[in-house]
Nanobody
Framework: QVQLVESGGGLVQPGGSLRLSCAASGSFSSINAMGWHRQAPGKQRDLVAS???????NYVESVKGRFTISRDNAKNTVYLQMNSLKPEDTAVYYCYARAKFLYSVYDDYWGQGTQVTVSS
């Protein structure tokens, strides 16, 4: 089992900042990629940003220059620093981790989600 615990969501005014955190725990042997997806009401869940264990990052075009993903491998924790937030960033943000157990293949595991609301 892989447990992912997210924190840091909330209500913020346009132009403000939030920092999301997600800590992974469990008996996995390694984690490859970690990252964040988001889902707005009535829309599909889409990738926001991801980061590999080596530090390579990937962002959706709409958040480039505003969001920064980082990772602490020793703590199995991924962060998403969100600056210059816009109302269209409002969504439930889901953390994921691509992890494996001994003698298994990698699989994706998901957190419960944390609400981010950008509104004045």
């Amino acid at each position: 089992q892989v447990q992912l615990v997210e924190s840091g969501g909330g209500l913020v005014q346009p132009g403000g900042s939030l920092r999301l955190s997600c800590a992974a725990s469990g008996s996995f042997s390694s984690i490859n990629a970690m990252g964040w997806h988001r889902q707005a009401p009535g829309k599909q869940r889409d990738l926001v940003a991801s980061i590999t264990s080596g530090g390579s990052t990937n962002y959706v075009e709409s958040v480039k220059g505003r969001f920064t993903i980082s990772r602490d491998n020793a703590k199995n924790t991924v962060y998403l620093q969100m600056n210059s937030l816009k109302p269209e960033d409002t969504a439930v943000y889901y953390c994921y981790a691509r992890a494996k157990f001994l003698y298994s293949v990698y699989d994706d595991y998901w957190g419960q989600g944390t609400q981010v609301t950008v509104s004045s």
